[in-house]
């Protein structure tokens, strides 16, 4: 029996029957987060630093806009990683504060690169010219580890 006899009396209808039956070699897979954090996840910053923010109670729309737009200036502070401000997502937990106004998320390599956003003058102006429009500010500083 020649080769191709041999595969096709035996070794094709099997392949035929695989094929039918969904199955497939197996496939490589990526790792699950479990296994391992996604590759921008484990690159630097090295440090996050969270600050919340609560208007006056009076507070108008006007003063919302203002206080945003300060925020805003904090951007261009040169140490920063990562920068992000928005408003609460009223996600409906028990666990969640949705009370504050604004929250800004910024990330910075180290510490050290913290350290110089508190003291830049863009930081230093924000805090003086700002500072009226909230009641509460709430910041949490996280290593990343």
């Not at 028990?94 to 990330?107: I, K």
Request: with cysteine; proline share 7%; charged share 15%.
């Amino acid at each position: 029996m020649t080769a191709f006899r041999l595969f096709s009396a035996c070794l094709l209808p099997v392949a035929l029957l695989l094929a039918a039956a969904g199955c497939t070699a197996p496939q490589p897979q990526a790792p699950s987060v479990s296994d391992s954090n996604p590759p921008a996840m484990n690159a630097a910053p090295g440090f996050i630093h969270m600050v919340y923010f609560w208007m006056k109670e009076d507070a108008t729309e006007a003063d919302k806009a203002q206080l945003l737009q300060g925020i805003r200036t904090l951007g261009s502070i040169s140490t920063l990683r990562l920068f992000h401000v928005g408003t609460p997502a009223m996600t409906p937990r028990e666990v969640v504060d949705n009370t504050y106004a604004f929250g800004l998320l910024t990330a910075f390599d180290d510490k050290a690169g913290q350290d110089a956003y508190q003291v830049d003058p863009v930081h230093l102006a924000f805090v003086e010219q700002y500072k009226h429009l909230w009641t509460r500010v709430q910041i949490y500083d996280t290593l990343v580890e």
